[in-house]
């Protein structure tokens, strides 16, 4: 029964597979070997402007987040880069509503990788009506999500030279 069981692909495999896995580690460490030797600092990585362990720009992401706290999210996707806020009323102008979208559209840090849109809708009598959404108001928010993202990158840096 046993030699059967070594018959099946995966097992048979296994020895090919284990080879193949230390062939690829041996490459990692002699690609670091040939970098430096080791002395190469990884801090620089953790502050790139190209941090993805999720599917877009972490920091952008981040920052859109941060930015979009004030209001209720519909959605928010971390491999799309895309996150959706559900309509928000400021207290102080309750007639008033706003719903705002953000895309991440790179991996990079880059003013270019981010689009925000929205709508706006104004209130009477329970009907709510679109009216058009300044695009000042686009450009703000956008500038405060890059702002912060930027914040937040300068701080990684800081933080991994303190070390």
């Known amino acids: 029964m046993s030699r059967t069981l070594f018959q099946t692909p995966s097992l048979r495999n296994l020895p090919r597979l284990a080879a193949l896995s230390l062939g690829v580690a041996l490459i990692g460490l ?47 996707d971390a491999n799309s880069g895309v996150i959706i806020t559900d309509w928000y009323s400021n207290p102080n102008n309750p007639g008033e509503r706003i719903k705002l979208t953000v895309a991440i559209l790179d991996r990079d840090l880059r003013a270019d ?22 695009a000042a108001t686009v450009q703000r928010v956008e500038e405060i999500i890059l702002t912060r993202a930027r914040d937040l990158r300068r701080s990684a840096i800081a933080g991994s030279s303190d070390d």
Do not use: E, H, K
């Not at 690609?31 to 620089?44: D, E, H, L, T």
């Not at 709508?119 to 009506?129: F, L, S, V």
């Open 30 to 76: 002699t690609s670091a070997c040939a970098n430096g030797g080791g002395n190469a600092s990884p801090r620089a990585d953790l502050a790139a402007r190209t941090v993805t362990t999720i599917g877009v720009n972490a920091y952008l992401w981040r920052a859109s987040l941060d930015a979009l706290s004030f209001a209720p999210l519909l959605q928010a």
């Open 113 to 134: 990788a981010l689009r925000v849109s929205g709508a706006r809708q104004t209130g009477q009598g329970g009907n709510w009506t679109d009216v058009p959404l300044q």
